[in-house]
Nanobody, 126 residues
Framework: QLQLVESGGGLVQPGGSLRLSCASS????????IGWFRQAPGKEREGVSC????????YYADSAKGRSTISRENAKNTVLLQMNSLKHEDAAVYYC???????????????????WGQGTQVTVSL
């Protein structure tokens, strides 16, 4: 089973930035589409961004467009999510997840992601 570990969350002021990292040991992440999801208290989980097996395949939710960048650091076997201009409503637990390898390497749908990390907390507050 693919094990994923998120890091980079924390407390940030509105307008600030964070860079979340998703890492794995033992599995090469560039074979998997990797998605970032978040869940705030009392709310359903929602997709934030994903990157396919080709760096040209990326997706951003409307809430993340223009403020976030997803990328791979293959040498470190990680996927990064750079988030800028953070807002109160961005506060949530952020999870990364892996979609099993597929010929097209597309992002797919949330229910196609089999392996999930434990999450990292993002708090946006003064």
């Amino acid at each position: 089973q693919l094990q994923l570990v998120e890091s980079g969350g924390g407390l940030v002021q509105p307008g600030g930035s964070l860079r979340l990292s998703c890492a794995s040991s033992g599995f090469t992440l560039d074979r998997y589409a990797i998605g970032w999801f978040r869940q705030a208290p009392g709310k359903e989980r929602e997709g934030v961004s994903c990157i396919g097996t080709s760096d040209e395949i990326t997706y951003y939710a409307d809430s993340a467009k223009g403020r976030s960048t997803i990328s791979r650091e293959n040498a470190k076997n990680t996927v990064l999510l750079q988030m800028n201009s953070l807002k109160h409503e961005d506060a949530a637990v952020y999870y990364c997840a892996a979609r099993p390898p597929s010929p097209a390497g597309l992002c797919g749908y949330a229910d196609e992601y089999d392996d999930w990390g434990q999450g990292t907390q993002v708090t946006v507050s003064l």
